[in-house]
């Protein structure tokens, strides 16, 4: 059985950083494209970013990209999210998410990812 848990959100005032952390059980996270989404209240599940298969492209929002990064650690199986310059509107629960190398949808879409988190709030302040 394959599970994701995130950590490392929390209150931060704007301007501040964070990182997320997901740790991954039961699958590596080689071989598959991991990502983070987030979500704010009473909006969609929005894409963050994405690192590939073989870990050595990601993807990143046109609102994130600049100021988070994804990247992963192969030998902790375990996915991060460095985010800096933090916004208010930075402000959601985010979710770690591992594809369904079966699935053709679009890498941005949530209909391409298959195990998901239980995601952790992030909050910022202004």
């Known amino acids: 059985q394959v599970q994701l848990e995130e950590s490392g959100g929390g209150l931060v005032q704007a301007g501040g950083s964070l990182r997320l952390s997901c740790a991954v059980t039961?699958?590596?996270?080689?071989?598959?494209?991991m990502a983070w989404f987030r979500q704010a209240p009473g909006k969609d599940r929005e894409f963050v970013a994405a690192?590939?298969?073989?870990?050595?492209?990601?993807s990143h929002s046109n609102s994130t990209r600049g100021r988070f990064t994804i990247s992963r650690d192969v030998d902790k199986n375990t996915v991060y999210l460095q985010m800096n310059s933090l916004k208010p509107e930075d402000t959601a629960v985010y979710f770690c998410?591992?594809?369904?190398?079966?699935?053709?949808?679009?890498?941005?879409?949530?209909?391409?990812?298959?195990?998901w988190g239980q995601g952790t709030q992030v909050t910022v302040s202004s």
């Open positions: 039961g699958r590596a996270v080689t071989g598959y494209i």
């Open positions: 998410a591992q594809e369904n190398p079966y699935e053709s949808t679009s890498l941005y879409k949530t209909g391409r990812y298959e195990n």
């Open positions: 690192i590939h298969r073989s870990g050595g492209t990601t």
